[in-house]
């Protein structure tokens, strides 16, 4: 994900499947409702299915993370 730029200007909401995201390199923000979570390399977070959120890098690099969907969703 580029710097200082959101993956989507949508919410970002998996109706059936909880997501696992990990942080491989940058900073990565998860915005969900007020509640604002920072990630930083290394750093994972458990999204539960029906969670509407939305993605930022802050940071000045590329951020490059893996999201692990469960179950899959197309």
């Known amino acids: ?6 993956c989507s200007d949508n919410l970002i909401l998996y109706p059936e499947s909880a997501a696992c995201s990990v942080v491989l390199e940058g900073m990565l923000e998860y915005h969900i409702g007020t509640d604002v979570y920072s990630l930083e390399e290394g750093d994972c977070i458990y999204i539960p299915p029906k969670t509407s ?22």
């Open 1 to 6: 994900l580029s710097p200082k730029s959101w």
């Open 53 to 74: 959120h939305k993605v930022y890098n802050p940071g000045d690099t590329e951020m490059t993370a893996i999201v692990i969907l469960t179950p899959a969703y197309f």
